[in-house]
């Protein structure tokens, strides 16, 4: 089937989390993502747990596999000239140039914006700092969990007498800048296709994290409230919580948001009922109590069973699921063929996401699993750059190559 990219070329300087994830994106949906790496300088990724098989490796890391589906990958020393050179004839055929480094690094490796759109007017070039390429802290490192701090999204994220605990994940590296980074870049090559024109692209990832912050910075702008951590609890939904289940850390989420619906779950669950918990307000006040009766009667149920039951009476709930119940037993992603299996080279099937969306007319799974460390450096530099074997052997013997 078509594939909505194919024709794209993109040469990805990006690594680790989020701008890596941000062509993934555009590599499932066809574009040909040449990534540049180096055996001098690993992308973090590749070391990073989990490994197959627990065994570590350049090849066997789960999280660097999950980002980079769908690339091929050249390993390029692009500090010695000859590699340089050839990273811009690559570039002379691009339509998009891609990092996520620290403002100026791409510079000083002598492919900086100018230098790049010099060699294609045209090009749309795509830099994903932490802080932007202007301003007071435009020279700061961080990471996903540097930057949730820095919204204020970890200050919401914990119990009200705890430290702020984060997701457990760089939730900002995962969902909104790869998010954002592709619709701008998307926009930005529907420009250059009509007009020829190329763009400069800044995305401060700590910009497309607040976007998680909406109704919290709200209150404040609006009513001067300073929100803060409320555990799994709503400040009108009541009850909210995640409850306790028959067999070993099994648990339900319940979200109970008008009095109908606080009524089908005492019914369901055979729960006693006061007057002063016919309303929101009530049962707020009331939580720490209705919390114990609940947890007292989802102890006895299974909770994907209970989840079902609630759900026909009209209750918000879901059983909370582990990752083996995601890959194994969820009947919806199953029949959505979300999850794909190929065949990687080194660690053998290996199981892939799709795309969270489906066309009528074009795929969006991946199409290849992602690639060994300079899996593809012969086959870019033979059939893109024209160069011979002898010419290919000897820029990997003189360390250009690796």
Same mark, same amino acid.
């Given at each position: 089937?078509?594939? =909505? ?197 800044? =995305? ?199």
């Amino acid at each position: 089937m078509t594939r =909505l990219l194919t024709g794209i070329r993109v040469i990805d300087f990006s690594w680790i989390g989020a701008g890596s994830y941000t062509t993934k994106i555009l590599a499932d949906l066809g574009a040909d993502v040449i990534k540049i790496e180096s055996s001098q300088r690993l992308d973090t990724l590749r070391v990073t747990k989990p490994f197959k098989d627990g065994i570590p490796g350049v090849n066997r890391s789960g999280y660097f596999a999950d980002r980079n589906s769908s690339k091929r990958s050249i390993t390029l020393n692009v500090k010695d000239e000859r590699g340089l050179a050839l990273a811009k004839r690559l570039i002379a055929d691009a339509h998009l140039v891609s990092n996520n480094f620290t403002p100026g690094v791409m510079d000083k490796l002598g492919l900086g914006y100018d230098v790049v759109k010099s060699i294609r007017p045209g090009i749309v070039y795509a830099s994903m700092s932490m802080q932007g390429a202007s301003g007071p802290a435009t020279n700061d490192l961080g990471y996903g969990l540097t930057i949730a701090a820095l919204t204020g999204f970890m200050h919401l994220i914990g119990l009200p007498d705890r430290e702020p605990a984060s997701t457990g994940t760089n939730y900002p590296d995962h969902i909104p800048n790869p998010g954002h980074a592709a619709f701008a870049i998307l926009a930005a090559l529907r420009h250059q296709r009509r007009s020829g024109e190329g763009q400069f692209i800044d =995305l401060a990832q700590l910009e497309p994290t607040l976007a998680m912050m909406g109704p919290s910075l709200m209150n404040y702008f609006v009513n001067g409230v300073i929100e803060q951590r409320d555990g799994n609890r709503h400040p009108q939904k009541a009850p909210q919580g995640v409850y306790p289940c028959q067999g070993d850390d099994r648990w339900i989420a319940i979200s109970v948001c008008n009095d109908a619906q606080w009524q089908a779950l005492a019914s369901t669950l055979g729960l006693e009922t006061r007057a002063e918990w016919a309303t929101a307000e009530g049962r707020r006040a009331d939580h720490d109590t209705l919390d114990a009766l609940i947890s007292q009667a989802t102890r006895q149920e299974e909770a994907g069973a209970l989840a079902q039951r609630l759900q026909a009476a009209g209750v918000p709930s879901g059983p909370v699921q582990d990752a083996r119940d995601v890959l194994d037993h969820d009947p919806q992603l199953a029949q959505r063929k979300h999850w794909v299996t190929l065949d990687h080279p080194e660690v053998g099937p290996s199981t892939y996401n799709s795309a969270p969306y489906r066309y009528s007319d074009a795929e969006s799974a991946p199409t290849a699993p992602a690639p060994l460390l300079g899996q593809h450096t012969r086959e870019i530099c033979r059939d893109l750059l024209g160069m011979s074997e002898n010419e290919i052997d000897q820029l990997t013997e003189d360390g250009v190559l690796v």
